[in-house]
């Protein structure tokens, strides 16, 4: 089918009265938990998730996906606004945002902030129309052995390249592995680390394990330390929000090279967001003739990041949707959430439900201009809420987690799970072990295991199968690149360090 | 290769080994079978191993990431305790009995003195979205009293 049929099939979707509300719904909750410091996308997803249950799968995804990107819009409000980031991703925006705020410019900054985050998501969407079927064509060639390789390289590169200690981040990532493997055994029926308990015999719920280390051990660790929440909030003036004609000519670049680098690092597995604006940050500040002026109100520094966060975030469906492997522990969830509506994600998913598949993009669109439309006049109205005091918003955020945990299976076992791994996550915090890479683990342990098993039973039980097939091969050895080039870098650091005296 | 100092970062990285092993050890229990026809022990019990190593492995790592200021578990206990005292209460004695737990408790994990009003305030408003989104509209199957 030619790209415009497909996209006739997917607006048939997505125009439907059901999908459009839950676009909206989805991408107001989005920038309404954006904006939220404290919980953020991954929780609010992991919320909503059992509530999709009775939805047609296709409007569930819609739904989720919109609260996934519209939390980049909400995020860059409250950055801007009160220096005060939603979320990890948009804190970079806060750096020339902020300034900006101060200056009296808030309305151009919120304005460039909109529209370079359309900007990004359009661009990255076109990537995802054209590259998504192409993958999921070249992945339908794998056998067992490359998919075992793929899912290694893409759990390897996600600890080396987010940051951080990889080898915490790979501590994770097996701890997660081993959450995933809990409950039946389908291949023998044995019952693993369910310790007897009936409850575990299904597995342990993501949605539960997601809530208790991302959202109950977030609110746990921020009543620990003091409220940085603002006293008086800002005044926008929507008169001064149209940018000059020479600053929008200024703003060209910024946002060009923050959608491409942001399209770019949101496919890969690991890397998300939170580095896509980072580095566009960095790279618009090197590239710059005035460097000076960035921290203190620059253009550039808001349209740059804001392009990259969005445009990484579309882009994070290439992966998941034509190869069934998550780019970024929200896409982890949003692949549950597949699994539990019954959709085998895959490179089989983009032939075997076009109308999802395309309908999940005409729908990117439509929520993306619903978010342009929503971002400028709602923003009053964001600010207010933000300013309820903490301590009245932990209460409502723990009453969301509760009966999201409880929705899953109406059971209040997953709620005391929920606790459970609320604990662990503040104690892993506090060590210095971000717990984001374990969902990755979790979602991806079984099908590792699997293709594992798959692998050896038609090699009969020989490992050369692993480098046999070019493409395994190159996976593989791509992973260990990830993990022995960093090392020999700190190695041949220290040796230097003597030379040099 | 930093020095090998005692500290709860150190204890931490042994707990990891020692899980690591545990781990390991308990799914040798479980059929292991060979490579060609891998059991259900197979994988839990290379995890185990693999976990093991990392652990050894992070105890050369130079730790930057970790939190060193003051430990204040108030908070999280405070939580815990709302949120368990949510789950026991929520099916015998209903929704409203539930959520005030939870506030009261969330509440008390925090600082700032209890006001009575605005915690009641914050309770009949959960209480009314609760029911209103979850059981009016998702159907779930609790009660309010």
Redesign the interface.
């Known amino acids: 089918m030619g790209l415009i049929e497909n996209l006739m099939l997917g607006a048939q979707t997505a125009f439907s009265p059901e999908a459009l509300l839950f676009c909206f719904v989805g991408c107001f909750i989005g920038t309404f938990v954006g904006a939220l410091p404290g919980i953020g996308p991954l929780a609010a997803i992991s919320v909503t998730l059992p ?1 999709t249950f ?1 939805l047609d799968p296709t409007v569930a995804l819609i739904m989720l996906a919109g609260i996934f990107y519209g939390a980049q819009y909400g995020g860059s409000i409250t950055s801007i606004l009160l220096n005060l980031p939603g979320t990890a991703s948009t804190a970079v925006t806060s750096l020339d945002g902020y300034p900006m705020t101060r200056k009296g410019r808030a309305g151009l900054a919120l304005f460039i902030n909109a529209a370079a985050s359309f900007c990004g998501s359009s661009f990255a969407i076109i990537l995802v129309m054209g590259f998504s079927p192409l993958l999921a064509d070249v992945a339908l060639t794998f056998n067992s052995a490359e998919y075992f390789s793929m899912i290694v390289l893409a759990l390897v590169a996600s600890c080396t390249l987010s940051g ?2 990889p ?2 981040s ?2 994770m990532v ?2 997660g ?2 959450l995933g ?1 809990v409950g039946m ?1 389908l ?2 029926g ?1 019952m ?2 369910t310790f007897g308990t009936l409850e575990l015999s299904d597995g342990v719920s993501l949605i539960a394990v997601a809530m208790g280390l991302f959202g ?1 051990a977030e ?7 003091p409220s940085m929440q603002p006293v008086v909030p800002p005044r926008v003036k929507l008169r001064d929000m149209i940018p000059h004609r020479h600053e929008m000519r200024q703003l060209v670049g910024p946002v060009l090279r923050g959608s491409g680098l942001g399209s770019i690092i949101g496919a890969l597995p690991g890397a998300g967001p939170t580095i896509a604006s980072f580095m566009a940050y960095g790279l618009e500040k090197r590239t710059s003739r005035t460097p000076e002026r960035f921290g203190h109100g620059a253009i550039e520094g808001v349209a740059a990041p804001e392009a990259a966060n969005n445009a990484s975030v579309q882009s994070a469906f290439i992966p998941t949707l034509s190869l069934g492997i998550p780019g970024d522990v929200v896409m982890a969830v949003l692949l549950g959430a597949m699994m539990m509506h019954g959709v085998v994600p895959g490179p089989q998913f983009i032939s075997n439900e076009p109308a999802m598949f395309w309908g999940l993009i005409v729908s990117f669109w439509i929520g993306n201009v619903m978010l342009l439309i929503l971002n400028i006049p709602l923003i009053g109205v964001f600010v207010k809420i933000i300013m309820i005091p ?3 918003l ?3 955020i ?2 969301f ?3 999201g945990a ?2 899953v299976s ?1 059971n ?1 076992f997953d ?2 799970i ?2 459970l791994f ?2 662990i996550g ?1 104690v892993f ?6 717990p984001a890479p374990i969902l990755l683990g979790f979602i991806l ?1 079984p099908m ?2 699997e293709n ?2 798959r692998a ?2 038609v090699s ?2 020989h ?1 050369t199968v692993f480098v046999e097939r070019p493409v395994s091969a190159g996976l593989l050895a791509c992973a260990v690149l990830l993990i022995v080039v960093p090392l020999l870098k700190a190695l041949i650091g220290r040796m230097r360090i003597p030379a040099d005296g | 290769m930093r020095r090998l100092t005692f500290s709860t970062d150190l204890a931490f990285s042994l707990c990891i080994v020692a899980f690591g092993i545990l781990i390991a050890v308990d799914s040798l229990q479980m059929p292991f079978g060979s490579v060609r026809r891998m059991g259900p022990g197979f994988f839990p019990v290379c995890i185990g191993v693999i976990i093991a190593g990392l652990g050894v492995a992070s105890l050369f790592d130079d730790n930057q990431g970790r939190d060193r200021s003051v430990l204040k578990l108030r908070g999280l206990i405070c939580t815990c305790l709302g949120l368990i005292a949510f789950a026991v209460l929520l099916e015998p004695l209903g929704m409203l009995a539930a959520i005030t737990a939870l506030v009261i408790l969330i509440r008390l994990g925090t600082p700032e003195a209890l006001k009575p009003l605005p915690i009641i305030a914050v309770i009949l408003g959960l209480a009314a979205v609760g029911y209103g989104l979850f059981v009016v509209i998702f159907h779930l199957p609790l009660r309010l009293i």
Do not use: Q, W
């Open positions: 509530l009775g951080g200690s080898v915490k790979l501590i097996a701890f592995i081993l493997l055994d291949n023998s044995t693993r680390f109950v609110i746990a660790n921020k009543m620990a330390s903490e301590r009245y932990f209460p409502i723990a009453f987690i509760c009966l409880y929705a109406n209040v709620i005391l929920t606790v609320g604990a503040f915090l506090r060590f210095g072990y971000h342990g590792m295991e594992l098993r050896l039973v009969r039980g490992f």
